[in-house]
């Protein structure tokens, strides 16, 4: 049985803080690319992180600064850390995770994952 589980998210004022958590099951996530993924209604689904497991991590220009990835090996959980929330980061957020020794391009896509959370709601609002 392998899956991602995620945690978290959840209701915030503009300014405030959340951390999503995603948990692997049956993956080890040190051994793997994972990714945050964000999707807006009508819209698909759009990387906004990247952490390889050699620790080397990318963000979109839209959340660099705010939003930091983590891991965590003895839970063997990947957290995105979101600071300074706007109401614009309103989205279904989405963990990602890829095979065990896939090959993937500089910026994965959507489809270069295997291995999906269930998506939390994260919504900024006053």
Not at 119 to 124: D, I, R, S
Request: positive net charge; hydrophobic residues 35%.
């Amino acid at each position: 049985q392998l899956q991602l589980v995620q945690s978290g998210g959840g209701l915030v004022q503009p300014g405030e803080s959340l951390r999503l958590s995603c948990a692997g099951a049956g993956l080890s996530l040190n051994d793997v690319t994972t990714a945050w993924f964000r999707q807006f209604p009508g819209k698909g689904r759009e990387w906004i992180s990247i952490l390889h497991s050699d620790d080397s991590v990318l963000y979109v220009d839209s959340v660099k600064g705010r939003f930091t990835v983590s891991r965590d090996s003895a839970q063997n959980t990947v957290y995105l850390q979101m600071n300074s929330l706007k109401p614009e980061d309103t989205a279904t957020y989405f963990c990602a995770g890829s095979a065990w020794r896939a090959r993937l391009p500089a910026i994965p896509r959507s489809n270069d994952y295997r291995y999906w959370g269930q998506g939390t709601q994260v919504t900024v609002s006053s």
